[in-house]
C-alpha cells in the first residue's frame, strides 16, 4: 500500500500523526497488503514524523509480516503519480486551508483523510 503524507508548515502534533496512521493501518489489514510505502512531501516535520514512526515500529511491524519504509518526495512527485497512491493524509492546525495535492487526490478519487488538530 503507498500512502501520501503532507502537512502544514505549523502542524507539530506527533499523537494525531499516529492516529492517521492508525487508520492507514487498518486499511492495510483489510486489504491484507503486507508493505506499506509512506511518501511524504513534507515539510520537514512531516517527514520526521514519518521517519520516526517507521525507525520505532519496525519490529512490531516486522512480526506482524509487514514491511515499512518511507521516502521523500517533492510535491511535484504527486502530480504525477498520484495515480499510485491509494491513502492520502494531510496534516494541519484548524482554519489552515488545505493543499493543492489534497484536491489533486479528492479529483483523481483518491481516499484523503484530513487531520486537523490544534
Known amino acids: ?10 502542524f507539530n502534533d506527533y499523537s494525531v500523526f499516529l492516529r492517521a ?7 492495510l489489514d483489510q486489504s491484507g497488503d503486507k508493505e506499506l510505502t509512506i511518501m ?12 520516526e514512526f517507521v525507525n520505532v515500529s519496525e519490529r512490531s511491524l516486522k ?3 509487514i514491511r515499512a ?10 502530480k504525477t503519480n498520484m495515480h499510485d ?4 493524509m494531510y496534516f494541519s492546525h484548524p482554519k489552515e486551508s488545505v493543499s493543492d495535492l489534497v484536491r489533486e487526490a479528492d ?3 483518491i481516499e484523503v483523510g484530513i487531520y486537523r488538530y490544534a
Open 1 to 10: 500500500m503507498i500512502v501520501g503524507v503532507q502537512g502544514s508548515r505549523n
Open 21 to 27: 496512521i492508525g487508520t492507514t493501518l487498518s486499511m
Open 40 to 51: 511524504s512531501a513534507g515539510p520537514s516535520k512531516v517527514n520526521s514524523f514519518a521517519l
Open 63 to 65: 512480526a506482524r509480516g
Open 69 to 78: 519504509k518511507v521516502v521523500r518526495v517533492p510535491a511535484a512527485w504527486f
Open 85 to 88: 497512491v491509494q491513502y492520502f
Open 107 to 109: 479529483d483523481k478519487d
